[in-house]
Each structure stands twice: as C-alpha cells, then as structure tokens.
C-alpha cells in the first residue's frame, strides 16, 4: 500500500480558516519562561500515568503506557532529571461509564506526581482536570482532541498541555479525503460526547463548505442499550458514505448496521481514531475491507517500534505510543530548563522548550544543550509538536488508514498541517 506525506490542501476546505497548511516550522515567540513565585520540587520528577486499562478506550493502553514506560527507561538511562531518576506511577483512566478516574487521580496526586499524562479519552481529561490542575500538577494527554481545551477558562495558560491536535485538524482531513473521494451525501453516526460532537461538527463544517452535503447527524449516548433508532435515521437518510466516530462500541454497530443493509460493503465508511482498531477477531472483520480512517499522529519509525516492543514485546498497535512518549521527554525537559520538577515550574518552560531554539530530538541530545545553557527546540517522535499557548500543538500530522479484509489496518498516507 502506498505511503506519502502531503500537506491539506485549502482549495478543498475553504471554512477551514484555523489551518495553514505549510511546512512544520518555529513558532511565535513564547513567554517569559521561568516565575519567580513557582512552586519548589522535592527534586524527584515523578510522572504519574492516567491511561486506558480497561474501558471503551483499552486497545489504547497499551502503546500508551509503553510510550511512558519507554521515555523513563530513556531519560533514566542518560542521567535522569536533576540528578535522579524519574519515578512512573500507572493509574487506570477507564471511561467516563466506569467513572473511576477521579479516585485514580487522587492516587497519583498523592503519590507526589508533578506531571500526569493522560488521560486519552476528552471527555474523561474532562472529569479529572480541574482536580490535577488544581493540585499544581501538569496534566499532559497524549489523545485528548477535542477543541474544548482551547476554548473558555481552558484557553487560557496554565498547567493543561497535550501532545494530540485538536479535532479542527482531524475534522478537515477526514472532510478533505471524503471530498477527494467523491462522497456528496454523507451521514455521520458519533458518540454523544465532548469528543464526538466536536468531530462531528469539523467534519460537517469542512464537508459543507467544499460543496458536500450532511444527509444527519445521528448522535447515540455513551450508555445506550441499543443503536435501533439512530441506525434507522441514517438508513433513512439514504448516503453515500458514512462517517462512524465512536469507541469499543463499534464493535457492536457495525454488525447492526450490515444487518441494516448499510454495512461497509453496502455504503462506504469511514473511521476516526477512537475506533481505528485491530477487529481481526471480530466476525465482522471481512466487512471492513476498504474502509478508512485518520488518527492523529507523524508515521512511527521502525526503530521507535523496536525500542517500544523491548518495553512490551505484545504490542500490536502503535497509536498515541508517539504522544505519550513525547509527553514524558518534553515535561523532563522542562524541568531540567526550569531547574526546579514541580509541576508549575515544568509547566513554564514547557512551551519554550518546544519551539525557537537549537533543534533537537532526543532527550540526551536536548539535556546536554541545557547543561550547555542553549535554548533548546524538541523535536518528537509525535512530529515537531510546537507547543501553543493554551498548550496544544501548533503543528502536527494525521494518518490516513486503511483495513483489510482481515480486519486490519495499515497506512496509506500522512498530511500535516498547522492550526
């Protein structure tokens, strides 16, 4: 299968104003850098980790966690911070069903975290930032995507970050490759949540302004029992492709929806990042050959993959394992620039660490810069990340998807863009 970088063209997108579409380079300039009244560190970075074991969003745990586990063996390898090796705590974000979240918080507030990488799903960041944030402690997703966190009282600076694009990103890829495919009447079936009405509204947005028209809008609730009533109403709107933006739940859609008589075979669909998913388990896993997907994130080098199959020799997927990896060099970063692991003195050096200095890309390489007293320009393995400042990336990629008829999924191309 053929794989390419491109960057979004505009032509196609023209409501898409927040993009441009350009190489991925230095940003504006950034703050002032260290405060004088920041909180003091014990000296020990401790990250604590706020991901999927179990839930709707557990496929994601796994490259997640390794992404941590990795960046600690890394950092710890080269020294650590501050003259100690960084400490990871793991909690279990479950989903916002399960509703365990806040009690895991609290277990790695008082595990003395200064920085907290998760959680993947938006809508359960949503449960727990205030708390984190609250506490003086970095809150850093890796998956968190909806456009929430730039928005309101969360625009402003402060101790959230994330190494994910917001979903004006994604939402104008996935509208550009259904215009690209000659989709003209899509219906588009999302969770009713922070994550899938955001997507589905830039999916609209970018769809109807290229000239393509919303057949519906069918939004279903996280604890539905059944689907019935939303699968009828996009049945009955007749498209000619459907957008599925949903979690483990697809696992029981999709079978509704072949009974239907709109399965992949029957109307082209299209898939998001919360369910680009390994289904070759599934019975339905024929049925998906063809269909395509985006999840944010630059292609994974297959050194990366080495490095984290030696943390997790049982990993099959590799989605967000960038960004959480990411996540944990940047916050260790920081600290060292701050001279201080607290998590308000991490969170002011975080932007700058980012972006307008020395390029680097490894967490050895940017270290040694910093002993040296170099501003510093860190370069992941998630992309060039160049963090804003509300704390989301300025620049960054997303991976268009294909499955097979094995259910699953391999790459066809990666477009970048900044937003």
Do not use: W
Not at 24 to 43: L, P, R, Y
Not at 374 to 392: A, F, K, N, V
């Amino acid at each position: 299968m053929k794989r390419s970088t491109t960057t979004l063209r505009l032509a196609a997108l023209a409501s898409a104003s927040a993009l441009v579409l350009a190489a991925c380079g230095g940003g504006d300039e950034g703050s002032d850098g260290n405060d004088n009244e920041v909180a003091k560190g014990d000296g020990e970075l401790v990250v604590g980790s706020l991901l999927p074991q179990t839930g709707s969003l557990a496929f994601l745990g796994p490259p997640e966690f390794a992404g941590v586990d990795l960046a600690v063996k890394e950092i710890n390898e080269a020294g650590g911070v501050l003259g100690k090796d960084v400490r990871h705590v793991k909690g279990d974000s479950g989903d916002t069903d399960s509703g365990i979240a806040p009690s895991e918080t609290d277990k790695l507030i008082k595990a003395g975290s200064d920085v907290i990488v998760g959680a993947a799903s938006s809508g359960v960041s949503m449960t727990v930032i205030d708390k984190i944030l609250s506490a003086g402690v970095v809150q850093f997703s890796p998956a968190n995507t909806s456009t929430d966190f730039d928005e309101g009282d969360y625009a402003e600076p402060d101790l959230y970050f994330r190494t994910a694009p917001s979903d004006v990103l994604q939402g104008a890829v996935m509208a550009n490759l259904l215009l690209q495919e000659g989709r003209s009447n899509v219906a588009i079936l999302a969770r009713q949540d922070s994550y899938g009405e955001t997507l589905a509204e830039q999916v609209k947005e970018g769809l109807e302004s290229g000239g393509s028209k919303v057949a519906v809008t069918s939004f279903y609730g996280e604890k539905a029992p059944s689907y019935d009533a939303q699968i009828n109403e996009v049945a009955a709107a007749k498209p000619d492709a459907i957008v599925l933006i949903a979690f483990d739940e697809t696992k029981k859609i999709v079978p509704q929806l072949v009974s239907k008589g709109i399965g992949p075979q029957d109307v082209p669909m299209y898939m998001v990042d919360g369910n680009v998913a390994d289904y070759s388990g599934e019975s339905f896993a024929s049925e998906l050959k063809g269909v395509k997907g985006t999840v944010p994130g630059a292609e994974a080098s297959d050194d990366f993959k080495d490095r984290l199959l030696e943390v997790d020799p049982s990993l099959k997927d590799f989605s967000y394992a960038a960004e959480s990896y990411d996540a944990v060099i940047a916050s260790a970063l920081a600290a060292i620039a701050a001279d201080n692991d607290s998590g308000e003195a991490i969170a002011s050096e975080l932007v700058e660490v980012t972006k307008n200095g020395t390029k680097c890309t490894t967490f050895k390489e940017c270290a040694d810069l910093l002993a040296d007293g170099e501003d510093i320009d860190y370069d992941g393995m998630s992309g060039p990340i160049e963090l804003g400042e509300t704390g989301s990336p300025t620049a960054a990629s997303i991976g268009v998807y294909e499955f097979n008829a094995k259910g699953t999924y391999s790459p066809v191309e990666y477009i970048s863009g900044q937003i």
